[in-house]
């Protein structure tokens, strides 16, 4: 029977590997724990293993699971990677350390007016919907400079890069290719002076492809905490 302490160390070694073909340091890539549908004892175990951060998709979820492991807050980075709706914006901007899934200024404004005065500034990172698909959220490529700048000017936001979720794909070549494309807007965003130092791209089935094309951080589930349920993603 495999653990979770096991999968996280098989989730190593494969970043391991990627990075040493694409000639990385490995400290350059940060893995984020996918902990969304799985239960706090299951944050618990990938804690006691050595992970630190994690990510959530849905906010209710998110929220008890943070209240849950209040007694480890210290050691616990905690990203949301899911949409948000600006109803719950202020709940999040008190509670999570990262928000991944800004798509539009609006949600940015009110996350930086809503960021608590002793909590350090939110890190945020812009949702690009790189693989152009009509049902998925995030900014459309040639839209994203002029919401990282516009973001980039909140005062209470620290935008730190971008993250995206391209199309599944079979083959290496054709994951690479999306992921290159994402690389190319995060170069281009980096050479206009925005101070940008995290590339979120790649998951359980493509991180191989990511890192080979210059992601900082893979968000991994599957490969952790096993499969999830059918009906949630
Ligand atoms: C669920 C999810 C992941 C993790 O996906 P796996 O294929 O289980 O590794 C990563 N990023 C986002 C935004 C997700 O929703």
Redesign the pocket.
């Known amino acids: 029977m495999t653990t979770i302490s096991d999968n996280l160390q098989q989730v190593h070694h494969r970043i391991e590997r990627a990075c040493a073909l694409a000639q990385r340091p490995v400290t350059e890539v940060t893995l984020?724990a996918?902990s969304?549908t799985f239960n706090r004892e299951a944050v618990r175990a990938a804690l006691a293993a050595g992970q630190r951060a994690f990510?959530e998709?849905y906010v209710q979820e998110g929220l008890d699971k943070i209240a849950a492991l209040a007694d480890r807050r210290g050691e616990l980075e905690w990203h949301l990677?899911?949409p948000l709706q600006s109803n719950k914006t202020r709940v999040v901007a008190e509670a999570f350390d990262w928000v991944?899934?800004v798509d539009r200024l609006k949600i940015a404004e009110r996350l930086s007016a809503q960021r608590p005065a002793h909590l350090p500034p939110l890190n945020v990172c812009l949702?690009v919907n790189i693989s152009g698909e009509a049902s998925k959220s995030g900014v459309a490529p040639a839209e994203a400079s002029a919401l990282a700048h516009a973001v980039a000017a909140l005062p209470r936001l620290r935008l730190r890069g971008l993250?995206a979720?391209p199309e599944p794909e079979g083959e290496l070549d054709a994951q690479r290719a999306a992921h290159r494309a994402l690389r190319a807007l995060y170069d281009a965003l980096r050479a206009e002076g925005l101070a940008l130092d995290t590339l979120s791209a790649g998951?359980?089935?493509d991180?191989e492809a990511a890192v080979m094309e210059g992601s900082t951080m893979v968000?991994?589930?599957?490969?952790?905490?096993g499969l999830?349920p059918r009906a949630s993603?």
């Not at 968000?219 to 905490?225: D, H, K, L, S």
Request: hydrophobic share 50%.
């Open positions: 984020l996918v969304k990510g998709n990677i899911g991944q899934s949702q993250m979720i998951m359980s089935a991180l968000r991994v589930g599957t490969a952790i905490f999830r993603i």
